[in-house]
């Protein structure tokens, strides 16, 4: 069993099979995922649902904690798990495709930016934005 269904459980969440299907996406999920997409995941399925009640659904797990929602600068906002912790982003201005940046050195030179502002580093939200100059080998950096 997907342990986003065991954190549904523990939160009192009813496990119907809309839930449940949305927890195995993104437990099949190495990254964010769209509404839309997790709708067409939940439809192909065999599964019945609602745009709506997708959304309705990523909020409730996201008011419990068990997703992060992220709001690109083009205005779409797509979800991960919450336990993902922190990541950059590098959005292809073309393509609009979002390929996570997960970098120690970077990280620990923000954490350096926010002590020197007398702050705890706790999350970021970083987004950069290019344009394709040769085919990429992989979605992450």
Same mark, same amino acid.
């Given at each position: ?14 496990? *119907? ?68 912790? *922190? ?6 201005k073309q393509t609009r495709e979002v390929i996570e940046i997960r970098d120690k050195v970077l990280e620990r030179r923000l954490q350096k930016v926010a002590a020197a502002a007398g702050l705890e580093l706790v999350d970021y939200d970083l987004s950069l934005f290019g344009e394709l100059k ?8």
């Amino acid at each position: 069993m997907s342990q986003l269904v065991d954190r549904l459980k523990e939160k009192r969440i009813r496990v *119907t099979p809309q839930r449940a299907r949305i927890c195995k996406a993104f437990d099949d999920c190495d990254g964010f995922l769209h509404p839309r997409d997790i709708h067409e995941i939940v439809v192909s399925s065999g599964i019945k649902a609602s745009i709506s009640s997708v959304y309705r659904i990523l909020s409730e797990f996201e008011a419990a904690g068990l997703l992060k929602s992220r709001e690109f600068a083009d205005g779409r906002t797509n979800y991960c798990l919450a336990s993902r912790g *922190t990541a950059g982003f590098l959005i292809d201005k073309q393509t609009r495709e979002v390929i996570e940046i997960r970098d120690k050195v970077l990280e620990r030179r923000l954490q350096k930016v926010a002590a020197a502002a007398g702050l705890e580093l706790v999350d970021y939200d970083l987004s950069l934005f290019g344009e394709l100059k040769s085919k990429r080998n992989s979605r992450r950096v």
